[in-house]
């Protein structure tokens, strides 16, 4: 596995090979390299705290699900059928919403990062225009 500021070989392969060409912008292809290492590297630290926190909410979910049957085999009376229902039902809701918690800040994390990616290639598309509008160099 490379290092997030290493090239993976081939690439530096290309590079060469550009640079023999007499090609200005044989760096491009190692910045966005790492810009996309960087983010690949936290999408998956991303995925992983989210499915250990998926994984610590249902091994939850099984325990507290598993006690509120038991309370069914104990009923007596109506009312603790009733209240082993309640038990259940609220069990299932709060898990679901740990959950969808988890889902959501997935998802909050994944946007930002993308976010931030996007701004970058934003700010670099624009550093290239400016560097070619100063050389006068025509883009075709």
């Known amino acids: 596995m490379t290092d997030q500021n290493e090239a993976p070989v081939g690439f ?27 983010l690949t590297s936290d999408l998956q ?3 992983s705290e989210s499915f250990g926190a998926q994984i610590s909410a249902l091994v939850g979910a099984n325990e507290r699900i598993g006690r509120s049957l038991l309370e069914f085999v104990q009923c007596r009376r109506p009312q603790d ?22 889902c959501f800040e997935l998802s909050r994390k ?7 990616m996007a701004r970058e290639s934003a700010d ?3 550093q290239r225009s400016t560097e070619t509008a100063e050389h006068g160099v025509k883009i075709s």
Request: contains cysteine; charged residues 25%; proline residues 0%.
């Open 45 to 47: 630290k991303a995925y």
């Open 81 to 102: 059928v009733i209240a082993a229902e309640s038990s259940f039902m609220a069990t299932v809701l709060e898990e679901t919403s740990l959950q969808t918690k988890t």
């Open 124 to 126: 670099e598309i624009r």
């Open 12 to 38: 530096d392969r290309t590079n060469e090979m550009f640079a023999w060409w007499g090609q200005s912008g044989a760096g491009k292809l190692d910045s966005q390299l790492k810009h996309f290492l960087v």
């Open 110 to 116: 994944m946007q930002e990062r993308c976010v931030i």
